[in-house]
């Protein structure tokens, strides 16, 4: 299950996008180890490359991972976002 929300701020700029992913039937959660190449996208680059933070969370009922990021990064906003338009 996908879910997303967006929670408003006193100024545009500061509006998150609220980003959750659940998988529930996940075999043997406990198997998944501690690092390896899609934790770290899913902790670290991903959210980096919007500003903002990721939490992946393993547990009996599967895994969730959430992100928190500012909206106009997401949008394609910010200033960074200018650089890829080039791509």
Known sequence: ????SIEEGKEEADKRLKLSWVEGEV???GAIGESGFGRTVLERLAPSAVGGKGVLKLGRDGVVW???A???AVEGRGEESEDLREF
């Open 1 to 4: 299950t996908i879910e997303w």
């Open 70 to 72: 500012p909206l106009q």
């Open 27 to 29: 075999p043997e959660v």
């Open 66 to 68: 959430s992100m928190d």
